[in-house]
């Protein structure tokens, strides 16, 4: 079955850092792969979704890779600031409408 | 204002019970989904539906059930059934041609007492 693999162990790093956190992806490569956000308590909001033949994309202080030989997504945060600090959960789509997700890595950003 | 909301934000049930979460939806988006989160674990899908009167079952569908009698509403019953049924449920919505960018409710935390 396809699985979502994300790093379990929260991250911590400095403001201004940029924050990195790695998806691994099993079995064949998804058409894309998405990132949601998610706080305590709340529900997931989307933030970006990259195409099997997008390298790279950008929004703003985001940029997300997708490197098809590796099987593994990474997403970025540029000048980090304490409000990026949530849970960020990557995403793909098997068929019709049944999405996997990964269990999420909690970023904090220290001031 | 356009969204999706879910109620009771905080639900406790006895054992036994049949439980009903609500969600309701003003966005005008054709597709909902119900999902289930537990610590350290992604979101399951439990149920889902493309279109009014119609409902798929999803990964973990056995103790749930559900019903689309409207496009904006999804609601979704845990019974008696349902072995483990403490946990975080969430619903959302997309478009019908945009099913990638799903937007969730605030969920709803069921606690089993």
């Known amino acids: 079955s396809q699985k979502i693999e994300q790093n379990s162990e929260a991250l911590n790093i400095q403001e201004g850092k940029t924050a990195t956190l790695t998806c691994n992806y099993t079995n064949y490569s998804p058409a894309y792969l998405q990132w949601y956000r998610q706080d305590p308590g709340r529900g997931p909001v989307f933030l970006l979704l990259i195409r099997e033949n997008e390298k790279e994309k950008r929004k703003e202080r985001l940029k997300v890779t997708f490197d098809t030989t590796l099987k593994q997504s990474l997403f970025h945060i540029t000048a980090s600031q304490p409000a990026d600090s949530a849970t960020y959960l990557c995403?793909?789509?098997?068929?019709?409408?049944?999405?996997?997700f990964g269990p999420g890595t909690r970023l904090s950003v220290l001031p | 204002d356009g969204g999706i909301t879910q109620s009771p934000k905080y639900l406790f049930r006895k054992e036994g019970q049949n439980v009903t979460l609500s969600c309701e939806q003003n966005?005008?988006?054709?597709?909902m989904y119900w999902y289930r989160q537990d610590p350290g674990q992604g979101l399951r899908l439990i149920y889902y539906?493309?279109?009014?009167?119609?409902?798929q079952k999803g990964d973990i569908a056995e103790g749930y059930s559900v019903s689309r009698e409207k496009k904006e509403s999804f609601p979704l019953t845990v019974t008696s059934a349902q072995k483990n049924p403490t946990a975080f449920y969430l619903c959302?919505?997309?478009?019908?041609?945009?099913?990638?960018?799903?937007?969730f409710g605030p969920g709803t935390r069921l606690t089993v007492l």
């Open positions: 995403v793909r789509r098997n068929y019709g409408q049944n999405f996997v």
């Open positions: 959302a919505s997309s478009k019908y041609d945009s099913p990638d960018t799903q937007y």
């Open positions: 539906s493309q279109i009014v009167n119609d409902f």
């Open positions: 966005l005008n988006h054709d597709a």
